[in-house]
């Protein structure tokens, strides 16, 4: 298991996991969220390659439409 601090929660999530996988498991659509791990943006082109370690923090901002 894989603890991540999510939004300032700690949650656990089964390991090895990259941002893709995050962003599928927690049900979000990854083009409109931005995904920052450990005070960096990580580029969408990136989700994939960005293995998430034991105690990262992430910081998950979704963009909202309207008028």
């Not at 089964?14 to 920052?36: F, H, M, S, Y």
């Amino acid at each position: 298991m894989l603890s991540l601090t999510v939004n300032g929660e700690t949650r656990r999530f089964q390991a090895p996991l990259d941002v893709a996988g995050l962003v599928t498991q927690l049900e979000l659509d990854p083009r409109k969220v931005a995904i920052e791990r450990n005070l960096a943006i990580v580029p969408r082109s990136a989700y994939g390659a960005t293995r998430l370690e034991e105690g990262d923090r992430i910081e998950i901002v979704t963009f909202v439409g309207g008028g």
